[in-house]
């Protein structure tokens, strides 16, 4: 078993600790208090005793990972609303002309349904809803199929339209959903959208994070801009 350096070990303790990393963002967790709680779990990584200034010292180098979004994102993401889309499958295909002429036929004669694309220099990715699977695979050859995922869900963040010009708020919603340890299994942006695709089991958790992500926004900013 390969033994962890404490600085790492630190940091997995922590990204496993939601309430952790809320005194951390939030700025009321005392450092040395964390240090001393976290320990034994930091020592059993490690392999060894490891005194608490050492604790001390990695924790306050990750806090600034935990930190709270600025003033403009924080608005941008009070300002978000977040929708379920659930039975949604994706699609990985290999990027050719055939393909890449299939998926705008799809777009063409699928305008109903949900369907989002993503584009890569080697693949081009499906987000679907489940019931168009069959008929979105059926054009594509067998081999040109390099992955397919069912029994997923989109959340879709819908924010204002500043969001296309101002950095950090995706990665906003992203920590929120990886702090819960949920596999992000893709995600979109499209024009004021962020879309996030989990496994169905996930979804709770995940629509929880985003949800608390957004009231807190919107408690700071209520306090900060009282009646």
Request: a positive charge.
């Amino acid at each position: 078993m390969v033994k962890l350096t404490i600085s790492r070990a630190v940091k997995e303790v922590v990204d496993g600790d939601i309430s952790i990393q809320d005194s951390l963002q939030r700025g009321y967790g005392n450092v040395s208090a964390i240090a001393r709680l976290i320990a034994p779990k930091v020592e059993a990584a490690v392999g060894h005793e490891v005194n608490t200034e050492s604790l001390i010292t990695s924790i306050k180098r990750i806090r600034g990972d935990y930190k709270q979004p600025s003033a403009q994102v924080s608005r941008i993401i009070a300002e978000s609303v977040v929708n379920v889309r659930t039975d949604i499958a994706k699609v990985s295909v290999e990027k050719t002309k055939r393909a890449l002429e299939t998926v705008r036929r799809l777009l063409a004669t699928h305008q109903e349904g949900f369907l989002q694309v993503s584009e890569s220099i080697s693949a081009i990715t499906l987000i679907i809803d489940q019931r168009l699977l069959e008929n979105v695979i059926a054009p594509f050859r067998e081999e040109d199929i390099l992955e397919k995922e069912t029994n997923l869900a989109a959340i879709i963040m819908h924010s204002p339209k500043e969001i296309i010009k101002t950095p950090g708020c995706a990665v906003a919603f992203y920590n929120q959903v990886s702090r819960r340890h949920v596999n992000i299994e893709d995600t979109v942006s499209c024009y004021t959208d962020t879309i996030i695709a989990v496994r169905m089991a996930d979804i709770s958790q995940a629509f929880t994070a985003l949800t608390d992500l957004i009231s807190d926004a919107r408690k700071r900013r209520s306090a900060s801009n009282p009646r």
